[in-house]
């Protein structure tokens, strides 16, 4: 009841044909000609340095605040002991 069924005579397996290969690989080239102008490359260029120097801006900016609430965390407690 449990056991599988096989069937009789089993299909064969499809057959896959290539194509030809390309007489003339030698000819072809990899990549696509791509032409980028120097504005683009200069706009890519300031836009990193506008985001570098932003990301700087801000790690200074939380360093600088995580030292003040360290501060004011010391000078609370200590002000409440008294």
């Given at each position: 009841?449990?056991?599988?069924?096989?069937?009789?005579?089993?299909?064969?397996?499809?057959?896959?044909?290539?194509?030809?290969?390309?007489?003339?690989?030698?000819?072809?080239t990899p990549f696509p000609q791509v032409s980028i102008s120097t504005g683009a490359i200069a706009t890519?260029?300031?836009?990193?340095?506008?985001?570098?120097?932003?990301?700087?801006?801000?790690?200074?900016?939380?360093?600088?605040?995580?030292?003040?609430?360290?501060?004011?965390?010391?000078?609370?407690?200590?002000?409440?002991?008294?």
């Open positions: 009841m449990f056991l599988p069924q096989y069937p009789d005579s089993p299909t064969p397996p499809p057959a896959h044909t290539h194509a030809p290969a390309d007489p003339a690989p030698a000819q072809r890519v260029i300031v836009g990193g340095v506008v985001l570098t120097a932003l990301l700087a801006a801000v790690a200074v900016t939380a360093i600088s605040v995580a030292v003040a609430a360290v501060v004011l965390r010391s000078m609370l407690r200590d002000h409440h002991r008294r």
